[in-house]
């Protein structure tokens, strides 16, 4: 199937699955989306022994696309631009110490903790290397699963904050920790202070980076009176400044999350009038939301090339849990510290919990553990992840910000 053929069919299904999950599933449209797919991939996968020609029909589908490449090479750089430009800078700036405590040490915390567990649970089927590596695949949150949620759901200022910021942030430390094991597995040994200093490089040099081109960006748009050079030196920095940093070896995401930030910020400082902001926050909600529909049709027709045997359905049954008790404990300690810090603060550990979604990123990570390394049952048990938190913990969100509503009238 030819690209054209192909980016066709992927618009249609998500128009149509969108329009069913509208219409006939009164859902939301990404969770509805991803429903269908998945429910229509698992079909055509077992339709073997009926059908073979649409078996083989969509399994060829499949395997044509490449899901790490379009994910982090493709998508991922406009989804988390848009996700950070997007955000409200003054409430984030109120929530730095929880964005910080839970994107830096409550993503290693996390790693650790869940490969801890899953060695546990799995025993003698996976090596403490699989675990790590599993741990560094699923400790990020992901930005693009969590947004979506958060635009959804119509969650306070506060908490939106802050799994916004936590997710948006996050990948960097999660991306050297999964490259720190992946070298491990190869046979190196980092000691911490190169990791560190790994971790440093990439870091800093992307945050200057996203820094220094959102300004430029920003002075070249106030010099102009026009929308659609806006537009344009906004999609060149969000697309030109992820394939810098990627060709740099910087943290690509990391680098789009600030660049987003920044250009928001340095466009608040310009004149009144210079820079057409309705005009760019239409644009990038737009181009936000098509782009969540296609991804969460990928996601779900991903399906069909995930190994789903007795022991990636064990792992990946073992994962949630881990991953759902682990998320429970991290949030817990951090909003233990910032009570003792600000004291003012109530607390929302069950919605940060369950809020922490995991999506395309772990995905793409997975995929791209190379054969050699071994860890079959990683690709499916992180599906399995992903498939749970966005179907059962992204669509039951809205139920858990009912509850809060009632209890806070009762307490009235």
Not at 20 to 35: D, K
Not at 117 to 134: P, T
Not at 206 to 213: F, S
Not at 271 to 290: C, K
Request: glycine share 8%; aromatic share 6%; hydrophobic share 55%.
């Amino acid at each position: 199937m030819r690209t054209l053929e192909l980016v066709s069919l992927l618009v249609a299904t998500a128009a149509v699955f969108g329009w069913l999950s509208v219409r006939v599933l009164r859902v939301p449209i990404t969770i509805g989306t991803m429903l269908l797919t998945v429910i229509v991939s698992l079909v055509l996968a077992n339709l073997g022994p009926l059908a073979p020609g649409v078996h083989s029909w969509a399994e060829q589908l499949a395997n044509q696309i490449d899901f790490e490449d379009v994910i982090l090479r493709g998508m991922l750089p406009l989804l988390l631009f848009a996700g950070a430009f997007l955000l409200d800078l003054d409430q984030l700036a109120r929530e730095k110490l929880p964005v910080a405590l839970l994107a830096v040490p409550g993503t290693v915390i996390t790693f650790l903790s869940v490969a801890g567990l899953m060695k546990l649970l799995m025993g003698a089927h996976a090596s403490w290397m699989e675990c790590l590596i599993f741990g560094a695949v699923i400790s990020p949150t992901d930005p693009v699963a969590v947004l979506e949620m958060l635009r959804r759901v119509g969650i306070s200022k506060s908490i939106e904050s802050q799994l916004a910021g936590e997710s948006l942030f996050n990948d960097g430390i999660g991306a050297v920790l999964f490259l720190t094991m992946i070298a491990i597995a190869r046979g190196a040994a980092p000691t911490a202070w190169s990791v560190g200093w790994l971790l440093l490089l990439q870091a800093g040099g992307a945050i200057l980076l996203g820094i220094a081109a959102a300004w430029i960006t920003s002075q070249l748009m106030c010099r102009v009176l026009s929308y659609q050079i806006d537009i344009l030196l906004s999609l060149s920095l969000a697309l030109g400044g992820y394939v810098l940093a990627a060709n740099w070896r910087l943290s690509a995401p990391l680098e789009a999350v600030v660049a987003g930030l920044a250009l928001r910020h340095f466009n608040r400082k310009q004149p009144q009038g210079r820079i057409a902001d309705d005009r760019l926050d239409e644009f990038w909600t737009m181009t936000d939301e098509v782009q969540n529909s296609l991804l969460f049709v990928l996601l779900g027709l991903e399906v069909i090339s995930v190994t789903l045997n007795p022991l990636s359905i064990r792992a990946g049954g073992s994962a949630i849990v881990a991953a759902n008790l682990v998320r429970f404990a991290v949030v817990a300690v951090c909003a233990l510290i910032i009570h003792l810090c600000q004291k003012q603060r109530r607390r929302a550990v069950f919605l940060m919990t369950w809020g922490g979604l995991r999506g395309g990123i772990s995905i793409a990570l997975a995929l791209s553990i190379p054969p050699a390394i071994g860890g079959s049952w990683i690709l499916g048990a992180t599906y399995l992840v992903v498939v749970f938190s966005i179907l059962v913990q992204g669509g039951s969100m809205h139920v858990m910000m009912t509850r809060r509503t009632r209890q806070d009238v009762a307490h009235v």
